[in-house]
């Protein structure tokens, strides 16, 4: 390479990144790589006791002036579109906005859920990617650039499983969206892409554990086999999002390559994360 002549992932170190759900599970460690690797983040989350506390920690270690957190539910565009203002006064100019904000559904077959149980998942899975593409790309469009990851999940692929109708249809439903959406984008200075983490051991994946005890055991051996630290995956997140110049549609953690090996060597894995 000439001198003087950066690298993408030398041009990326102190850009702003937006991590929505950044206090906790994939969203913090995201963050925390992010902060490592040079970048300013403003995140957000709807608990101001878990969001200041992920703020006060982060901050300890990479400065004051590193990161930002403001409450905000993202199903609510309007409060959304107040915490983009809010990230654009203190650190300028957006140049990564990740859509991290999800939640689970109970463990239920979809008839015995209550409206407001899967009107919640709904409302913060797919309403409110959509209204972070929304702010994010009027945001970027009026500065001339920027970068869009919304994150899939169980069912982005079109897999099935009994308990997680409603969580799985969110899923596929932000795929579609987004794979759209960077259609639509092809003309612009922006662009959408997809973060697959695969299975990440938080305390999403731990307390949706299913209650019947053969089921769980089945699920734990699963997870004992296809599952990784959120450090490990996330790490990777950000090093391909930073290296990633606009041309990557999907960036993926758990390729079906890594989990035919996993299987392949399952009869050798001693990992145990349910210990």
């Given at each position: 390479m ?28 995201l ?15 709807r608990?101001?006791k878990?969001?200041?506390?992920a703020?006060?920690e ?18 609510d ?7 983009c203002a ?50 994010a ?6 500065q001339?650039?920027?970068r869009i990851?919304?994150?899939e999940?169980?069912?982005?692929d ?5 308990q ?7 899923k ?34 731990r307390?949706?554990?299913?209650s ?9 051996k699963v ?7 959120v ?5 990777f ?16 953690w ?11 060597f ?10």
């Open positions: 000439s001198p003087g002549i950066l690298t993408w992932g030398e041009l990326m170190k102190n850009k702003h990144v937006v991590v929505t759900g950044g206090s906790r599970g994939i969203g913090r460690g963050t925390e790589n992010f902060l490592k690797s040079g970048c300013r983040l403003t995140i957000n989350g608990s101001e878990v969001l200041s506390e703020v006060r982060l901050r300890e270690v990479y400065g004051q002036e590193a990161i930002t957190g403001f409450t905000c539910d993202v199903a565009k309007g409060r959304l579109e107040t915490f809010q990230a654009v006064s203190v650190h300028g100019e957006i140049d990564i906005w990740i859509n991290n904000a999800g939640i689970d559904q109970i463990r239920q077959n979809f008839w015995e859920m209550s409206e407001a149980d899967y009107s919640r998942v709904f409302r913060t899975n797919i309403d409110g990617t959509i209204n972070g593409c929304i702010v790309a009027n945001q970027m469009l009026a001339g650039a920027g990851y919304n994150m999940g169980f069912g982005s079109g897999r099935k499983i009994p997680l109708s409603i969580y799985g249809a969110s596929r439903a932000v795929s579609y969206f987004t794979e759209s959406f960077n259609l639509e984008l092809q003309q612009t200075p922006v662009s959408a892409a997809l973060l697959s983490p695969g299975m990440v051991m938080t305390d999403f994946l307390k949706g554990l299913p019947d005890p053969v089921q769980k055991e089945k699920t734990m997870y004992n086999i296809l599952a990784d630290e450090q490990d995956v996330t790490a997140l950000v090093k391909e999002i930073l290296s990633d110049s606009g041309s990557k549609k999907r960036i993926a758990l390729t079906t390559g890594k989990v035919m090996r996993r299987f392949l399952a009869p050798f894995n001693r990992r145990d994360f349910f210990k």
